[in-house]
């Protein structure tokens, strides 16, 4: 069988010979892989967590059971200042539907109408425009006119807003 092309040759690792020790030394790049390996996941997963008190988590878990949604307000980069909210089951529901509903045939186009329908739903205020009150279609409309990269920066927050408020149910689940 006739190649069209060469197999790279393979690479040996750096190593070091100190003038004491006369075998190879492996890399500082080599230890500290090894050492970022050997971190176990538990340990991982705690200092993702340890983000927000547990007091503050606690009353937001409160808040959803009590309330039945949390809504805070998010200051983006010192100048943008929105507000979030949980979404219902109804409303998620509804996204899904939108979502099936679709003749997107790439992910990632199901995905942008997903989080672009995540936000529609979320979004309760924008530099001080309440949004409460808007119908969907029209909020739908509102956020179709914020430039790009802002729906960007918006998106990126609302993931971070849903990520505090799934570690305060984690947390109330724990402690209920």
Sequence with gaps: ?????????ATATKRRVSKE???PVPSKSD???????????EELDAAATKKYSEEELASIFDEIIFSG???????????????????????????TQVVDGTQAVYANT?????????????LTSYQGKDLTGMYPQDKSKFIGKIPG??????????????????EACQEGEANF
């Design 149 to 166: 990269p802002v729906v960007a920066l918006l998106l990126e927050a609302l993931a971070k807003f849903d990520q505090k408020v799934y």
């Design 31 to 41: 230890t500290k892989a090894e050492k970022t390996e050997e971190a176990p996941k």
């Design 69 to 95: 949604e949390y809504i805070e307000e998010v200051n983006i980069r010192g100048k943008l200042r929105v507000g979030f909210r949980t979404r219902t089951a109804e409303e998620i529901r509804q996204i």
């Design 110 to 122: 199901i995905e942008s109408i997903r989080s672009l329908l995540q936000l529609q739903y979320a």
């Design 21 to 23: 020790n006369p075998k």
């Design 1 to 9: 069988m006739d190649q069209d092309f060469d197999f790279p040759a």
